[in-house]
């Protein structure tokens, strides 16, 4: 027996691929907008994408298998502040440079995180796990010594 | 051509059985050359429906019927750079069109 999927289910995923595209578009520009950044990519394989949102900080991550039966390897690509959120007030844990979206702070993203596993999702996840405390920790940080500022 | 470089990226939409392909060669942060390609999945191999390059000295948009055939060109008098952002942002928005002209075309 088949199923027919929803209609609402159906919308999500026409969703989904289109903001796949978006995000392919979005990363192939490195090649020319900040091609020191895409030296720390495979120059071929099958890509996938993933938006993380951090309270209002983007970080764009790419999987690359280079080849078909290689693992997946996933780093940050890029940075943006989200419209509303509050721009990091010095640098996250590890990183020795204060958040931006210029190609230097993404430049020590790139190199400092990074995570490989045999499926692309893996792979993203990994990172996410590893980006996902820095960050947090960061914004923690930053919201206790605007909290002390105030008092 | 000194500093030449290429890259080529494949991206599986979800749940579509659709691949994205990106073809890029720069040289001095310049795109000499490009292809966007949108293939879908007929029986068991995945065939191009729409695709925009700069084969020919200049960038174009073609599309494509099952069998390979351009059955639609159009010339994109425009740089490579702008040429190759069009090309995604219009596959970006347009795939679904694209692919449903596709499949209801002559086999």
Redesign the interface.
């Known amino acids: 027996m088949s199923v027919i999927p929803a209609q609402a289910s159906v919308d999500r995923q026409v969703v989904a691929a289109s903001d796949a595209i978006g995000r392919l578009g979005l990363f192939v520009r490195l090649a020319w907008e900040m091609p020191e950044v895409m030296d720390f990519f495979p120059d071929k394989g099958e890509v996938s994408l993933r938006e993380v949102d951090i309270h209002g900080h983007a970080f764009y991550l790419a999987a690359i298998q280079p080849e078909a039966t290689g693992d997946w390897v996933a780093r940050p690509s890029r940075y943006a502040l989200k419209p509303g959120a509050v721009p990091f007030q010095r640098a996250i844990p590890g990183i020795d440079r204060v958040p931006s979206d210029q190609p230097g702070w993404i430049l020590a993203i790139v190199e400092a995180f990074h995570a490989s596993a045999p499926t692309a999702v893996e792979a993203l996840d990994a990172l996410e796990a590893a980006l996902r405390p820095a960050i947090e920790e960061a914004v923690r940080i930053d919201l206790e010594e605007i909290v002390r500022r105030g008092r | 051509m000194p500093g030449r470089?290429?890259?080529?990226?494949?991206?599986?939409?979800?749940?579509?059985g659709?691949f994205?392909r990106?073809r890029?060669s720069?040289a001095g942060?310049?795109?000499v050359a490009f292809t966007v390609q949108d293939e879908t999945l007929v029986g068991d191999r995945y065939v191009p429906v729409v695709r925009y390059d700069a084969q020919h000295g200049l960038p174009h948009r073609d599309k494509l019927n099952r069998s390979g055939d351009v059955v639609d060109k159009v010339w994109l008098p425009m740089p490579n750079?702008d040429a190759l952002?069009l090309g995604?942002?219009d596959?970006?928005?347009n795939?679904?069109r694209y692919k449903v002209a596709f499949l209801g075309g002559a086999r």
Do not use: K
Not at chain 2, 5 to 16: C, F, K, M, Q, S
């Open positions: 470089r290429e890259t080529a990226y494949d991206a599986l939409l979800p749940g579509h659709e994205v990106v890029i720069t942060g310049e795109v750079v952002n995604i942002e596959i970006r928005t795939w679904q």
